[in-house]
């Protein structure tokens, strides 16, 4: 069985930090890709951050947001600067891996953390 445990979640005041992290665990082979979602009450989840073959941002984090991957430790993380109210969200991890060698990659998803920035 596979798991992702987000962490680093939290209350903090516009233009402050976080770093987000994010591990996976259990049965993994190979992990194709590692990202970061975040959603808000009433909307779709939404992509912030991808971490695949080329790392690539939301418009509204370029330039504030950082994804890096740490492969030995099956780990994401995300480094938020310059925080905005708007990025107030709950924060998901999203993997796309392989379970076992002859599998097909599938994505999992983390359980989420919450963000809060104050104004």
């Not at 591990?23 to 991808?50: H, K």
């Not at 370029?62 to 990025?87: C, H, W």
Request: glycine share 10%.
């Amino acid at each position: 069985q596979v798991q992702l445990v987000e962490s680093g979640g939290g209350l903090v005041q516009a233009g402050g930090s976080l770093r987000l992290s994010c591990a996976a665990s259990g049965s993994i082979f190979s992990i194709n890709v590692m990202d970061w979602y975040r959603q808000t009450p009433g909307n779709q989840r939404e992509l912030v951050a991808t971490s695949g073959g080329i790392t690539n941002y939301a418009d509204s984090v370029k330039g504030r947001f950082t994804i890096s991957r740490d492969n030995a430790k099956n780990a994401v993380y995300l480094q938020m600067n310059s925080l905005k109210p708007e990025d107030t969200a709950v924060y998901y991890c999203y993997a796309v891996l392989k379970p076992f060698r002859y599998s097909n990659p599938r994505g999992y998803w983390g359980q989420g953390t919450q963000v809060i920035v104050s104004s």
